[in-house]
């Protein structure tokens, strides 16, 4: 069985970071595409940030880049995002994935076929 479950969540005042964990079983995030996810009640899902397989590659999305980084650790099969100068627009849910395609110039909900439930982020004072 499938399965990615997200941790870290949480509320953090403006400029704070988190790190948000997602923990894979029934497969092997070292032969996946990885990706974040967010989503802020009532709109769709905006992809934060992506890594490719092998050699991997990232991308990023513009308002992240510089403050976000994506990560995977073979040895425990858990992604990362790591969230540095967090803004009130980070705010949202948080949802991990895997499966997809990736690419260097866009990040697209629908081509993933393994999602986590999500954690939420919270960034106020």
């Known amino acids: 069985q499938f399965q990615l479950v997200e941790s870290g969540g949480g509320l953090v005042q403006p400029g704070g970071s988190l790190r948000l964990s997602c923990a894979a079983s029934?497969?092997?995030?070292?032969?996946?595409?990885i990706a974040w996810f967010r989503q802020v009640s009532g709109k769709e899902y905006e992809g934060v940030s992506s890594?490719?397989?092998?050699?991997?590659?990232?991308y990023y999305e513009d308002s992240v880049k510089g403050r976000f980084t994506i990560s995977r650790d073979s040895a425990k099969n858990t992604m990362y995002l790591q969230m540095n100068s967090l803004k009130p627009e980070d705010t949202g849910r948080y949802y991990c994935?895997?499966?997809?395609?990736?690419?260097?110039?866009?990040?697209?909900?629908?081509?993933?076929?393994?999602w986590g439930r999500g954690t939420p982020v919270t960034v106020s004072s």
């Open positions: 994935a895997a499966g997809g395609y990736f690419s260097r110039y866009d990040l697209v909900a629908g081509i993933y076929p393994y």
């Open positions: 029934g497969f092997s995030l070292d032969e996946s595409v």
């Open positions: 890594m490719s397989t092998g050699a991997g590659y990232t």
